[in-house]
């Protein structure tokens, strides 16, 4: 971090937020502030927020304006998934001057699925000179891992990616838009009919951007996943039912006018015990090549990401500057 | 690969060689050269040579420096696995002026095994304003593979890669290095105690390069592999008796200054019926990765690789350019 350590500020000190103050903490970067609404954290030492058993003399302000005033070099967004709920909060950042990389998924490639919002925001952070961008395990277990093993092949047919993670690990933004809890006919109309961009959707064109490639068509299916038994969610702090979807499967079908096709397929349910997340690429065409990750931890990984991440962001050029156009992610060591 | 097709020169047309042939077609580039001093070859169609159906009207000649005078944007090199061998064709390409590209195993990240050899041909690239640069299977899957999880990972204890491959596949020059054939003395005598740098020695120094980490020490175990029975090789022409090589498992172990341990095990061995290629990484710290490639096509893999790699190392700045610098080797669409 050499001697001008790197000011970030946290906005959202939830179950990732938390996380991702000890691994700031540990590589050496200077937290300068925390953003929160809960009353519950509101007053609190980030130290305390974080586990650490220390203070950091950094206390949860429900003030975000005077917060970003103080001036930062980046501003990690741990808030919602929708590019939607999240538009204020770029803009925010943006208007103080300050940088912003966010866990929101639909950020990782919003062009796909918010073109509008994302022209806005990408106009907006060219005007204060910042960039503005998404970021966290899709990054790299959706993106680059996926990027890598096509540039070893000769000829693809397509590319063809499952993820699956744990609903409960991520708080109750991401399993509202899952359709967690919901009776058949909810999700049919809350999710499947209002045709709720999964992540899945923002794969494709993350991957194509990166090649090179034009992508013609994209679609989605969203399969709600039920379950015979009762099964306990943390996240909403109750048993869902059978007859209530644990969550979903969404696979988005890409084709690109190069002739590769691109299928991601996104599994996002509240597990039961002995399920694990997996997360496995096939790369189909001269040669085929298939590659498996053994159950992630993808609440850890994203915050990885996200703070080796945030060198490379502050170097970026402004506006909402998607990751598949730098280098991947790279490792930062610790430095206490 | 827009008007001005990429001019290529193909450097040893063996069992990589003509593989790379096709591949350069389908992807539009033009092939304007192919050396080959086997009396079997010379004076061959470069497309009988690929087994392609049609000639391509480009014979293969044993006039290596006739053919790079005649100008090239590039030539692949397939000829040998250590640099001490490869030192006079790398050398030669810069004197015409032309880059370089080599499957050689040794030229992937050669400082720490030859670094003097690596310093003339650095020298000698700069004067002639070429890159000269070593890829293949290992720039993908013992590299940026690792790297790729690497970028997603907080605190890094260590890296673990494993790796094999059929010796058969790759021809004699490769065979030779690992042993092959040798009787227990000869192996101690000829691989062991001349301690013969092996494929694994070239990987941590890769990876440290491209994270930024100071490799403090590196060290080898050599360890050759035997069966009870004969075991048909193609590349010896005939049956490794038990109490002969099959070849060997290297493993090399490296620490950095910044705590992480990088350790490679390569396993070339002459396969048995029911061999596969396999190719492990596991990330160990916070958190701990582990990603399987299932079956790999080795030599597939290395020669999409090569060909993908073109444009970036034609790019690359002069010198002995090791590839851990540029962004990972990116796809090609094939446009034939």
Redesign the interface.
Known sequence: MADKPTRVVLYGSGLMGSVIIR?LI??GFDLVGVIDNNPDLVGKDAGAVAGLGRDLGVVVSDDADAVLSQGADIAILTLMSLMSDMEPFFAQCARHGVNAISTCEEAFYPRTTSPEITDRLDALAKEHGVTLTGSG?Q???WG??A??????????ESMEGVSSYNVDDYGIALAKVHGVGMTPEQFQREIAEANVPSFAMNVPGWIAS????TMTEISQVLMPRYSDHPVASTTLGRDIEPGEALGMAARATAKTA???AIIMEVRGLVYEPGDTDLNDWVIRG????????????TV??T???I??RLPQVIAAPPGFTTLELL?????L??VA
């Open positions: 691994y540990e590589k395990y990054d790299v277990y680059n891992l990027t890598v093993i096509a540039g070893s092949t000769q000829r693809i990166q090649l090179g490639l190069e002739g590769v001269e040669p085929t090549t298939a590659v498996s990750v053994d159950k992630p931890n850890e990984l915050c990885g990401t703070v080796n280098p991947p992610a790279k490792y060591p610790v």
